[in-house]
């Protein structure tokens, strides 16, 4: 069962690390669709 | 004379009724043109509705109202015209939030999307599902276990060297998860909340969907690995028909002879590669939503080709707004895993408690030797030729 346990370690590993990885180059769902910038009118 | 009036009052009373079908038959012109009774009764029953009358009619300044009418202030471009225009997402918008699909204000797919995904996607996943493990357990208590039949030899053979099974656990494991947390998305709404109440079913989803979206690449690379260790040993050839003719030897005594793969197994190698494939390249593109689209491509080429003619179906929609490919997307991407989750419970059983000796070959990688040449006959040969060929060159 070495290889089953190897598997689900693989497993926990790839999930977080592909993650990390969209999330640091800023490639992921909330990205795409989610902006923090308002519509701002100016001062008068 | 009474019975002259008699024949008068019978005409009219026949007559009347056919004069007032015939004057139904063009209600349209009785609302000028606009929705009709008909129109709003066939939309609450939830059936197709003609918009042609109201979708045709936008950007064409010779259909909008006269400058001159009280209708027409905009000069050119009525007001019904603008508001038409945006009903059918026709009309040219421009916004100042930046991003994907935000220029369509209004699209038709949401609603029967809503309708087809809590109504008979539903539906077909516990039929499906539920049918499917009814078929096996009915299967186990018919057919019971398949034993093997020779007397066991105490020696075994290596089946599967530690990368396969590697590849196929990683496949298995994330397809487990994936299956399960797909489960909770798809069921939430109508099962999940009403047992469990939104607030124990927030934080189940919120986990479901992070587990899904990031899972999903173990199990890419998992596919990718089975598909090239893999791929060689389950190309079609003509040892396939001799299986699939005896159905394996299921329902009768007799093995018929297989490679390292046998058809059955060929059909859930390949049903794995092609719907499998086909479950990651719509759940890319929900993952990156808007990014890639797939299906209004796919469906003007089916249009082009006649396709959905051949099932006596009409055109497919297109083009479809960005919205309605993800529709479509999440679609077929829970169809289809439907599908591959049935064939995987047939594959389960038969992996486990379906077949004495099966697991072996995934749980230990070694098989015993007689359970090879009942169920892997020419595979066995080949091994074995494989073992003494170096020691007959010495």
Do not use: C
Request: net charge negative; glycine share 10%; charged share 15%.
């Amino acid at each position: 069962m070495k290889a089953f346990l190897l598997a689900l370690v693989a497993l926990v590993v790839i999930t977080v690390g592909a993650n990390q990885i969209l999330h640091r180059i800023g490639f992921s769902a909330d990205a795409a669709t989610v902006s923090s910038n308002n519509v701002r009118l100016p001062d008068e | 004379m009474l019975r002259l009036f008699s024949l008068i009052a019978l005409v009219w009373t026949l007559a009347v009724p056919s004069l007032a079908q015939e004057a139904d038959i063009d209600t349209r012109a009785e609302t000028g043109g606009a929705t009709t009774l008909e129109d709003i009764m066939r939309r609450q029953e939830g059936l197709v509705v003609d918009d042609a009358y109201r979708s045709d009619l936008t950007g064409d300044p010779d259909a909008a109202a006269a400058t001159t009418d009280q209708l027409g202030t905009l000069g050119g471009a009525s007001d019904p015209d603008l508001w038409r225009a945006l009903r059918y997402n026709s009309a040219d918008i421009t916004t100042q939030t930046r991003g994907p699909a935000v220029t369509t204000l209004m699209q038709d797919g949401g609603m029967s999307w809503l309708l087809f995904r809590e109504g008979p996607l539903l539906k077909i996943g516990v039929y499906l599902l539920g049918g499917t493990l009814l078929a096996l357990v009915l299967f186990y208590l018919i057919r019971g276990r398949i034993r093997i039949h020779g007397e066991k030899t105490g020696s075994t053979i290596t089946r599967f060297k530690a990368f396969e099974r590697f590849g196929h656990w990683l496949l298995a494991s994330s397809f487990i998860v994936l299956g399960l947390t797909g489960l909770i998305s798809l069921f939430g709404r109508k099962v999940l909340i009403p047992a469990f109440g939104p607030e124990a079913f927030s934080m189940l989803a919120l986990g479901s969907k992070w587990v899904h979206n990031n899972i999903s690449w173990a199990f890419m690379i998992a596919l990718v690995i089975i598909f090239v260790v893999w791929v060689v040993h389950n190309l079609p050839d003509r040892t396939d028909l001799r299986w699939l003719a005896k159905a394996g030897g299921l329902f009768g005594g007799e093995h018929p002879p297989a490679k390292k793969f046998n058809a059955g197994q060929k059909l859930i190698f390949w049903s794995v590669i092609l719907l499998g494939g086909s479950i990651s390249l719509s759940g890319l593109s929900l993952l990156f939503p808007f990014e890639f689209n797939l299906f209004g491509h796919t469906f003007s080429t089916l249009n082009s080709w006649g396709a959905p003619g051949w099932f006596g179906a009409s055109d497919l929609p297109y083009p479809l707004s960005p919205q309605e490919e993800m529709q479509f997307a999440q679609l077929w991407h829970a169809l289809i895993s439907l599908v591959l989750t049935a064939i995987i419970f047939a594959h389960i059983y038969l992996g486990s408690v379906g077949m004495e000796g099966a697991f072996d070959a995934m749980g230990k990688g070694e098989v015993e030797e007689q359970w090879a040449r009942e169920h892997h006959s020419l595979w066995v040969e080949e091994v074995l030729n494989d073992k003494t060929a170096p020691t007959k060159e010495a």
